[in-house]
């Protein structure tokens, strides 16, 4: 029994040592078998978050997914994009993954390049660029003449535009060799180039001032606002042109003012147009020799030079202009006679009287400003098409209002409700359009224009106007066609030569004593009172004008004044004598005053009595002393220096009533005492007794 026990128990020892066996086969077979299906998978990795990269730390998060579903998360770091690999571990076998990172772009410079531009330099900055990376622009037009991967992180291509190439935002598309890309949209633009097809004139003389005209295509206006520094279209020259003006007036033209220096070069001038995306089209006129004779002067407002339009006409119609930014002007004519006429913007037009014949020089013409008118809210408007016109009497044509012209209108108490210029509004030659303003009912006392039914006065560049056609009548609110006409007689440029000076006044004198003769024309330009009549007081105010004492004359507010009467007369004569005789005078106006003084006081009889500033003051070591008397009377001066003390008595004796206003009449002193000795440099008052009047006035001498 006990060895068959024995043969049992060793029996189950060799069953459970086999089962053990196989079990353990069995186990080890199923994890050969489990490993084998590991080491087969198909695995697929798939980045679940991202953060910058390239920065400290920066990783990606990958799920690494077998066929049989399992996932396993990897992070990677990304900090060093030139080795995006690593090594995936299960259990003892080893499996290789690679890790594509696809390409970033950052920046492209220049993001932008001209219809036309050859081998243009771009430069693509971003993140893992690969070597033999590849770029490609949208659209059409764009040819990349080399590729250069100079790093992972910057290729620069060599690229063409077509001239033919759309002007639009191109797509810039980078792509690693293993098929990893980077789109940037619009990260790069063709801009228009401007072409230039035409230069009119294309020849301009040395000295001329022009409007040149460039056609073409492709001409933007307005300002790149993109541009760190915002500019529009410009247009440059050669050396010696200066540019006075340009407009563009669309895409296929651009008109430019020059003025060519009379110095610049001869020959070909290259023109230069450039687009605000410094686009550049280039084209060329000549500059030549100018022809014909010069007339050639300055344009000022009567004291300094003033930018302004120069022009020479021959009868009645328009042979060449000029701009003179700094006033001084030539003009190169033919032979032939001209009359020049200028304008500026403020001014009134001139038209020079004197025909030229060129060559001439000091050909000047003075602009006198234009007035100014206050605005109201009631408002009437007249206008004319075509039909208004100048008479300059230089040739009597008459000429169509030019641009520049300048039209005023007041109402029937002389004030200046409007003004425009022709030009203004739209309006061509023969045209006007002007706002007339009404008084405004809310400022009593504040006459600023017309009332309803006030019938308007007009005139042209200060000149009368006459009404051609349409009833000049003021309604508020209405618009009337009222067509014009004048002459260029100009009041106080009896001369006729532009301007108004001290030499008007001295030939009015001279009409007056019958030294001369003035001509219709000229006796029209001299009533300046409008009464009709030519006396010493048309000079007396020609006077007080070139000084500025007044800016207009009574005859500019209506055709024809009154006439004065003699009280009148004698009374604004001895106030306009005071006036300028406290007036600061130059040394032809002066002669003038003097002159006058002598025809008043042998032409008229004062109406009372009173005496004047000495003259000159200050003054060493002598001077006069003017007065007037309105009837006989003894005359004494005293002379006191400044401590009250009388240092000289002038008896005059007994005087007619009269003027005693020049030198041949006045009271002279020798600035000497009654001793005979020359007084110090100071102030001295000087009292006058004339009968029962008496007054007192102050002098200097200055050594």
Known sequence: MAKQRRRLANKRKEVIMHTNRFLTISIVFIILMFLASIARADYA?????????????????????SSFGQQQPIEVPVGDATSPSFQLFAGFLSVAMVISVPPTIENINPDSACQGMDNLNVIITGTNFQSDATVEFSGTGITINSTTVDSDTQITLD??????????????????????????????????????????????????????????????????T?????????????????????????????????????????????????????????????IIEPSGEPISGT????????????????????????????????????????????????????????????????????LTRAPTVTTTNKVCDFWCQDNTKMDW?????????????????????????????????????????????????????????????????????????SVISGTPQWHSGGSFEVCLSATTTRLGDVSGNGQITAYDAALILQHVVS????????????????????????????????????????????PVAPALNPKNEIKLLTEAIEKLDTTHLD?????????????????????????????????????????????????????YNIKGQLIRKISLGHKQA???????????????????????SGTYFYQIWAGDFKAMRKMFILK
Not at 259 to 271: D, F, K, N
Not at 318 to 343: C, E, F, N, Q, W
Not at 548 to 556: A, C, E, Q, R, V
């Open 45 to 65: 990795l798939e980045a679940s978050t991202f953060t910058t990269a390239g920065g400290q730390g920066d990783s990606i998060t990958y799920g690494l997914f």
């Open 159 to 224: 690229i063409s535009v077509a001239s033919t190439a759309d002007t639009s935002s191109r797509h810039v598309t980078v792509t690693n060799p293993d098929d990893e890309s980077y789109t940037l949209e619009n990260g790069f633009t063709v801009n228009a180039t401007p072409t230039i097809t035409n230069i009119d004139p294309n020849q301009v003389a040395q000295g001329e001032t022009v409007d040149m005209v460039i056609t073409g295509t492709g001409f933007q206006d307005g300002f790149d």
């Open 226 to 286: 993109q541009a760190t520094q915002p500019k529009g279209l410009t247009v440059s020259f050669c050396d010696g042109i200066t540019k006075n003006s340009t407009t563009v007036d669309s895409s296929t033209q651009i008109t430019v003012n020059i003025t060519v220096s009379e110095t610049a070069t001869l020959g070909p001038c290259q023109v230069t147009v450039t687009n605000p995306s410094d686009c550049e089209g280039i084209g060329e006129f000549t």
């Open 299 to 366: 344009i000022t407002d009567g004291t300094v030079p003033i930018a302004a339009t120069v022009e020479a006409w021959q009868n009645g119609i328009l042979v060449k202009s000029t701009d003179t930014p700094d006033g001084y002007y030539v003009l190169h004519l033919p032979s032939g006679v001209y009359v020049i006429r200028a304008y500026s913007v403020g001014y009134y037009a001139t038209v020079l009287s004197e025909e030229i014949t060129p060559p001439a020089t000091d050909v000047n013409l003075s």
């Open 393 to 465: 009497q230089t040739h009597h044509i008459p000429v169509l209002v030019q641009l520049g012209d300048v039209i005023t209108a007041r109402d029937p108490d002389g004030i200046i409700c409007g003004i425009t210029t022709v030009g203004e509004f739209g309006t061509d030659e023969g045209d006007y359009f002007i706002h007339v303003y009404g008084d405004d009912a809310t400022t009593p006392g504040v006459d600023e224009g017309a009332i309803e039914g006030d019938t308007i006065t007009f005139f042209i560049n200060g000149n009368p106007a």
């Open 515 to 558: 030294l001369r003769k003035l001509s219709d024309i000229e006796q029209e330009r001299a009533d300046v009172t409008g009464d009709e009549t030519i006396s010493a007081l048309d000079a007396a105010l020609i006077l007080q004008y070139t000084v500025g004492l007044i800016t207009n004359f009574p005859g500019d507010s209506a």
């Open 587 to 639: 040394k032809e106006q002066k002669k003038v005053l003097e002159q006058l003084k002598h025809v008043v006081s042998q032409k008229l009889l004062p109406t009372h009595t009173t005496f004047l500033q000495n003259f000159p003051n200050p003054f060493n070591p002598e001077t006069w002393i003017p007065y007037q008397l309105s009837k006989e009377a003894d005359v004494n001066i005293s002379i």
């Open 658 to 680: 009269g003027y005693y206003l020049d030198k041949s009449k006045a009271a002279y002193w020798d600035g000497k005492n009654n001793a005979g000795e020359k007084v110090a």
